[in-house]
């Protein structure tokens, strides 16, 4: 290495220039917290919060070895990681001083290890100290998850980059993992679309895919606007009867009977043929349409608890559903319409994905029209990009 070229490689590791770069990439923003023996709580804020293993459960984070907290957060043993939400930058700037109040002027829920945990944190995660390792000038923590759980602000986390806090939009999520290859084409192509239409009526608009008699949402926008924002991309639930009536109007007769049999098995009776007649309306439409505002909610509290696990149990919506449907109840009307879901068609006529826009009652007839007619020019976008053709246009 020449004298210049060795000149030139210290200065780029100056601790100021690395910082600089460093800092080029965003971190969230993580409120350690613990009570000690007697009770004192102590906190404090760090930018290197990070999920480690499944199995076991573990999670990290790296405190500055000269901190004065962190010692006694290590001889504590355990401590809760509140996830600070965009609109709690407040907090982490109180804790990043040395303020007597800091505690006092916020809201706690004792864990069961006893440590403070934030109200209105965008996630928390309990834990007890797995081992400390030491990393130059920081420490290496792994935490034993003992208890974790989601927010319920909905706000987004908040961010540190480039030396300052901050937050960030979403304009789509996308979990690739449950996306199949001869999907992956379709979801890419509805990205920009689901974009627009979340941007222009002020929903969230969901994509989902049928893979192997199961519905996975494999992409959403709006996610602002959703009770479980991004925690709903990856929830999957069965293509049973009377869910997901997109994926299955217009894919064959074996299909419905599979979607229909499903269907009676996880609610244990069915009537096959009010089922039948509603597959007929879709098709007849060209979108399907759920209505009640109870089922939207039994819906969100169900995708909620799988935002954790990936599964949702939908029975109670489905009971929902036909109940609606037995008693003649399912009305549509601007108010109580919660769902449209519109079909993707590839070039042999197969739905490919469904966009479904999540609303909670519109404010006119007019408005829900709007919201129809342009989820159905998004669909009829994407299948004419996709080199498909709609069957019902055949």
């Known amino acids: 290495m020449t004298s210049s070229t060795a000149t030139d490689h210290k200065r780029s590791l100056d601790p100021k220039n690395f910082r600089y770069v460093l800092g080029q990439y965003p971190t969230g923003v993580t409120l350690i917290t613990a009570a000690q023996a007697d009770g004192e709580p102590i906190a404090m804020v760090v930018g290197t919060f990070t999920s480690v293993s499944l199995d076991p459960p573990l999670v990290?984070?790296?405190?500055?070895?000269?901190?004065?907290?962190w010692p006694k957060i290590r001889e504590v043993g355990s401590f809760c990681a509140n996830i600070l939400t965009s609109a709690q930058e407040?907090?982490?700037?109180?804790?990043?001083?040395?303020?007597?109040?800091?505690?006092?002027?916020?809201?706690?829920?004792?864990?069961?290890?006893?440590?403070?945990?934030?109200?209105?944190?965008?996630?928390?995660?309990?834990?007890?100290i797995e081992e400390v390792r030491p990393a130059g000038d920081h420490d290496i923590v792994l935490g034993r998850v003992h208890d974790l759980g989601v927010g319920d602000s909905g706000d987004l986390p908040l961010l540190f980059l480039r030396g300052g806090y901050g937050s960030f939009s979403i304009p789509s999520i996308q979990s690739l993992d449950a996306i199949l290859p001869r999907h992956l084409a379709a979801v890419d192509a509805a990205r920009p679309e689901i974009e627009a239409l979340a941007s222009e009526l002020q929903v969230e608009c969901l994509v989902t895919v049928a893979v192997n008699d199961t519905v996975v949402v494999v992409s959403a926008a709006g996610v602002e606007r959703s009770p479980q924002g991004p925690g709903r991309v990856g929830v999957t639930f069965p293509l049973a009867a009377p869910l997901a009536s997109a994926h299955v109007a217009w894919a064959g007769v074996e299909a419905e009977q599979r979607w229909l049999a499903e269907g009676e098995q996880l609610l244990g009776s069915l009537s096959l043929d009010l089922m039948s007649g509603e597959l007929a309306k879709v098709r007849e439409k060209g979108y399907a349409i759920s209505t009640g505002l109870a089922t939207k909610h039994e819906c969100e509290r169900s995708t909620c608890i799988a935002s954790q696990t990936g599964l949702a149990d939908l029975t109670g919506v489905m009971r929902h559903l036909v109940g609606r449907l037995e008693a003649g109840t399912n009305e549509i009307t601007a108010t109580n319409v919660t769902s449209i879901e519109a079909p993707v068609f590839g070039p042999a006529g197969r739905v490919m994905v469904a966009l479904q826009l999540s609303l909670s009652g519109v404010d006119s007839v007019t408005h829900l029209e709007t919201c129809r007619d342009r989820l159905l020019a998004s669909a009829a976008r994407l299948t004419e990009q996709l080199g498909g053709q709609s069957p019902r246009l055949a």
């Open 60 to 69: 990290a984070f790296l405190p500055d070895r000269t901190s004065s907290s």
């Open 90 to 128: 407040d907090v982490c700037r109180s804790f990043a001083q040395k303020h007597v109040d800091r505690f006092s002027a916020r809201n706690w829920i004792t864990t069961e290890t006893g440590a403070p945990r934030l109200e209105g944190a965008a996630a928390w995660i309990e834990c007890v």
